[in-house]
């Protein structure tokens, strides 16, 4: 019997999910699960999850992990120092074949309650878990060793998943081969011109694609949590010898890099050293090329000018209400033409021909009047001898409710210094780049093959202000949010890349998406509570409480029915729902102070605090000697971030008797 069904359903729905991935993404090369799902260093993750979720120990029972500690009968006999691993193994790739899986529970001391409830199997260290728990599954010697195995391995991250891709594809083979003819059978001859896209070149950029994946031993991604940081994270490692394997490679012309006095400031800032773009290019070109061709889209334009560069540039490019300001330098191959040879013969036209190339494509999605080029040519000028060309870009934006900012411009000035091209919105800017060109030195360079850092918060303050006010709720400080930084690199035949984020930024984005998504609901709010209703009055108002009247019956005319049915709602998430069946409550019985509390958590976990501290106030001024609610009106003041107000609320709430607030104030004073 399965006493844990929630366990069950969380390896069960993780298992669906790796699955779904796994059918897209997969030859044999070693006997090993098809798939490895590893959680390691378990108590970090769930004290910097509830931080993240700001529960801390004030509201155990709302801690993210509650429910986890509760599952697994505790965490503390839990091994730390080794992996918990979930192993899935696709014997046969079928559509109804049933995958063997088994989960691996390290353990410093044995936990008879876990072991008796999930029917595990104990080893000297560890526990073995048949999935899903209490089928009667057995786990396999190889099964076994595989986990233990993969257990002692460590790994950086907090949470990973590693598909063994050629193995898995290769094991689908004939689902695949399946799958391909039902889609050229579906599609039939739907073609009515030459340009429209066959079943063939479906057929030839599915096999493509799967060519291209069968050079993958394995593909992997997860993520880690420092006590400051979320790391996402993906690692791709090619089969050795195949075409992934050379380009996943870097060469040693990467271990030296002139940029790094060159440190622009923008929303969006990269650099990248020495690297074969061209060669990544082709190798795609060779698969998705002809596909792209048919939808418009020309990769040979892009391979060909890629030839002329070593791959080494930095740069950054900022959005204002009008469009982008972009600069750059980027190193050009010592072979190349240089200064305005290059720039007149081989950049420019090329420049002009793209540009032609995407006004078609453009003009193919888009309806209205014909692009003929989205570039054209500006005067040209001379700085400190450097003759400097000039290019005007323009794109229509066909969007809805965009009128102010209707079209996407930039305007691009560039010269080339040796075999340094330079690229600025403005001559004045150019002009710097010249001067910091002079600076520019070979060193030796240790670092990724490419780093990119995004202000979050100037990036999208820049769209929405590009986009009118409008109801949408948007009308919101987005400017403290932080940065994301994004590294790419390569090393003996494995890519990776990473995405790094501050907790304190995720924390302050969800922040401000709360109160944009709150904002739109003022206007229903202020409506609703009109000025008959004492929830919209003043706390300083005084309103009698119905005290004396006896209990009435849970009908759809009580507000204890609607009550009830609010908290219902809220216990399972959904705390919009929730708020309109307080209204209905409070519209009945508008002085009822567990309503009053209950409607103002739920404003609070949606973000609208303005809405949360009301009703807060108007619950404490009718019942001014409860704790509960000084407590809640603290915390909804901490998550505004007013520790001033946060801290007096909480010291009468730890005065009237609240344990929550003694908690808090023991732990923060």
Known sequence: MNRHPALSAFLIVFFIFTACISVNAAENTTARPDIIIKISRLHQAINVIDKMAAADMDQPMSAPSFFLRSTLFGTDWIDPDRSIVIGINFENMAADAKPVMAALIPYTRQNEDFHISYDAVSKIDHYLVPLPPGEGGVVSDQMAYDLVQASLKKQDGLLSMELAASQLLNKADSQIEKMLLELDSKMGDQTNSPDDLTPEDINKLLNGLIKAAKQLETFSMGMDITASELIIFSDALAL???????????????????????????????????????????????IVGEFYKKIGLDLTNIESMASHFTGEMAGGMSFNDMGMDIEMIAVLNDTEKTGTEFLESVYLPWMMDYGQKMATFYNQQTLGKPVKNIFSTTPESNLYGNKVFGINCEIALNMPNI??????????????????????????????????????????????????????GAYLDAVRKMI????????????????????????????????????????????AFKQASAASMDAEDESLYAADQSFSRPPTMLQHSKKGQKPKPKKEDTAEFWLDK???YATYGNDKEAI????????????????????????????????????????????????????????????????GKAMEYIRTASDLGNPDARKYLLKNQ
Do not use: C
Not at 420 to 435: G, N, V, W
Not at 485 to 498: E, I, Q, R
């Open 566 to 568: 609010g908290l219902l």
């Open 468 to 511: 009118p006010q409008t109801e949408s709720g948007m009308n919101v400080n987005l400017s403290d949010i932080g940065s994301l930084v994004y590294t790419f690199d390569m090393a003996k035949n494995k890519l990776s890349s990473k995405y790094v984020i501050k907790i304190d930024d995720i924390r302050s984005m969800v922040s």
């Open 580 to 643: 309109r069946f307080y209204k209905k409550a409070l519209q009945i019985e508008p002085d009822n102070t567990r309503t009053l509390f209950n409607i103002g958590l739920s404003y609070s976990s949606l973000g609208n605090y303005n809405m949360a501290i009301t009703a807060l106030n108007q619950a404490i001024y009718l019942a001014p000697d409860n704790g509960d609610y000084h407590y809640g009106l603290g915390w909804v003041y901490l998550l505004k971030g007013e520790s």
């Open 403 to 456: 009128a102010a900012a209707d079209k996407m411009k930039f305007h691009l000035r560039t010269t080339a210094v040796d075999n340094l091209l330079l690229t600025a919105s403005s001559d004045e800017r150019l002009k710097q780049l010249i001067k910091i060109a002079g600076t520019l030195e070979k060193q030796p360079y240790d670092g990724p093959l490419m780093k990119m850092d995004m202000n979050l």
């Open 240 to 286: 050795k010898k195949t075409d992934l394997a050379k380009l996943f490679t870097r060469s040693a012309a990467s271990k030296a890099s002139r940029m790094g006095k060159y440190t622009p400031k923008h929303h969006i800032n990269f650099k990248s050293t020495s690297y074969d773009f061209k060669g990544m290019i082709t190798f795609f070109n060779e």
